[in-house]
């Protein structure tokens, strides 16, 4: 598999100010069917999900169940 040589946009963008990992919640995580949603810790030492692969459906269970709206899932132009 190649790598990318440059940075691009991941279609899951998660918003670090409203996401409560920090807190212990996991729900993007648990309900992503691919199991491309991480937690990890941030620059500042608080946890954050983020996504690991760009593997994403765009099937947008992630951003629904996510309870502050912290996720949000960018819908490639041909899918809206």
């Given at each position: 598999?190649p ?9 899951v ?24 949603l991480?937690?990890a ?35 490639p132009?041909?899918?809206?």
């Amino acid at each position: 598999m190649p790598l990318a040589q440059t940075s691009s946009i991941v279609p899951v963008v998660v918003d670090k100010a409203l996401c409560i990992a920090d807190k212990g919640c996991t729900v993007c995580v648990d309900v992503c069917p691919l199991d491309v949603l991480r937690i990890a810790a941030s620059d500042d030492g608080t946890q954050t999900a983020y996504m690991k692969y760009d593997e994403c459906w765009y099937c947008m269970p992630c951003e629904a169940d996510c309870p502050t709206g912290a996720v949000t899932v960018n819908l490639p132009y041909l899918l809206k």
